[in-house]
């Protein structure tokens, strides 16, 4: 017996290749989803022998930190409102990644809520320690500060344990000492009235890592920032490394965006008091001209990492934009030596662009990951294993089982909630990791009254592009829906419609830069472009604002009746 794509592709070859009805669930089976992306200077930025292509991880994939576990590498990144969050890395010469999995994966370990994209899980921190990892973060609106741990990095990841004490702080990192004693530092409101805006503090409080809480008072140990009297905004993100009896506080400093950069103090005692370096600030690049070509803005919050051998690097976020300050992939991370010749750490000096190619680190190098994380790729996704992979995401926890992969497919029940509406929509989705880019999907839907199916380009709940196969009067048609903003209604405007060919429809959203292209076809035969030149400035940081990056996705919604 014939099953799936057995049977449609008999009916196609017999000239039968309509839509069987409308399955009791509301179902949209996607065959597959193929993202081919590059970017122009990628022609320019070859890595030869010996050396590694930057931005390591590229599109949203922000605020990063690293540990080691003897040979091993492992890296955490911000995932905010989307839901499985914190992805966890795993890497042995610190030029190759492989996503081996996500802390937050179950449903009750963190509640979003309807929470914005850029709310919940800011900046986790990473430490391995006697054979336990820890990750310490923010649930930003949805909980506070907490900590949880895994022996197995790939997890499973516990429960969070609540961190109550680090009262309206964000971004707290684990510190432990020589002699096995643990400190915890985090961004938080300076003590009294703040003098303007954007005055935080970097707090120290012991931490007793077997009753799992924070134990004895809590210090400031820097007021505003490196320079006060230049009323500094932002420090954040900041982490405690040990060297040659000093104890170094590296944190974040200037905003995430052109202004960004990292300063470092250091201190011969853990809480100190600290004393900042003189030549501050270590990494920045905001002391470059912004018409330079190829740009890469934007750069700190970064973490630290020593080598076998005793060398060190840096992991850190910045961005690269198209134009100006546009750029729609998001912070991304990079990686760079720190150079320890002086008496202080050094990742960039004065006016040094952070490089697209360097020389690799001093480590054996492995083989490519399955899923590339940078440089120039296609893969295609033929949904045939037993579950997605773990660089899938959705909006916000899941409530309700609602897709599967079924027969080589994977298939979304079409619900009522939609892209704007805050919510957990059936949509997912996987980063947009190129300024120059095409996602693609074939599609087999038979929409119920007011039903949609397709393909997403997707920002925030208030800003996106949705291609469609949709329900008009009971037949089909290709709709493209955006939504430019939180004045446009929730469930979009239309800005194009054409009638949609019999049988499975395939479905295109190309992107070059500012520049977004949506096309449309048959099963076979040629693509035709519903609408060309879309202003996909819409889904740049710089328009929507907040802290995540585009995605491309699937996704299904029911009729509002």
Known sequence: ?????????????????????????????????????????????????????????????PDPSITRAGDDYYLVTSTFGYFP???????????????????????????????????????????????????????????????????????????????????????????????????????????????????????????????????????????????????????????????????YLICAEGGTAEGH????????????????????????????????????????????????????????????????????????????????SGEWPRITAPGQAIPYVAARPALPPQAKPAVPTNGPFTIREEFDGAALGPHWMM??????????????ALVLTARAAGLGDNANPSFLARRQQHRDVSASTLVRFAPAKGAQAGLAALQSDEYWFALAVADRGGGREIRLTQRAGPDDPKAGRIVARATAPAGPVRLRIRAEGDRYHFDHAGERGAWSTLHADADGKLLSTAR?????????????KAGDQ
């Open 85 to 247: 969050g914190i992805p966890v890395f795993h890497s042995r010469d610190l030029t190759n990644w492989t996503q081996i999995g996500n802390a937050i994966d179950r449903p009750d370990q963190l509640d979003f809520g309807t929470l914005g994209l850029s709310r919940g899980v800011f900046a986790p921190a990473i430490e391995h320690h006697a054979d336990t990892f820890y990750i310490l973060n923010t649930c930003v609106d949805c909980g506070g500060n907490f900590l949880i741990t895994a022996t197995d990095p790939a997890g499973p990841w516990s429960d969070p344990v609540w961190l109550p004490e680090i009262v309206g702080g964000i971004d707290p990192s684990l510190f432990f000492d020589a002699d096995g004693s643990a400190w915890i530092v985090n961004n938080g409101p300076p003590e009294g009235t703040p003098r303007y805006d954007g005055h935080r503090a970097i707090w120290i409080q012991r931490f007793d890592p077997k009753a799992k809480k924070m134990v004895g008072p809590r210090k400031v140990l820097v007021d505003g920032g490196v320079d006060p009297a230049a009323k500094p905004i932002w420090i954040e993100g900041p982490h405690i490394i040990r060297k040659d009896g000093w104890y």
């Open 395 to 408: 909006m916000r926890n899941p409530r309700e089982t609602w897709h599967r992969l079924q027969d080589g």
């Open 1 to 61: 017996m014939m099953r799936g794509k057995a049977i449609m592709a008999a009916l196609a070859l017999a000239g039968c290749a309509t839509m069987p009805p409308a399955s009791p669930d509301g179902a949209a089976r996607f065959e597959w989803f193929e993202y081919s992306g590059g970017d122009p200077v990628d022609a320019r930025a070859k890595p030869g022998p010996g050396e590694y292509r930057n931005p390591i991880l590229q599109g949203f994939y």
């Open 261 to 340: 950069s990292q300063v470092v103090l250091r201190s011969r005692k853990a809480d100190g008091p600290y004393t900042p370096n003189p030549a501050n600030p270590i990494l920045t690049q905001r002391d470059l001209p912004r018409g330079r070509p190829d740009p890469i803005t934007s750069a700190g919050h970064a973490d630290f990492v020593q080598l076998p051998n005793g060398d060190w690097w840096a992991t850190f976020l910045a961005v690269r934009p198209y134009r100006g300050d546009f750029y729609n992939t998001g912070r991304e991370t990079f990686l760079m030596p720190v150079d320890w």
């Open 544 to 556: 929507a604002g907040g802290f995540v990056g585009a995605v491309f996705g699937l996704y299904a």
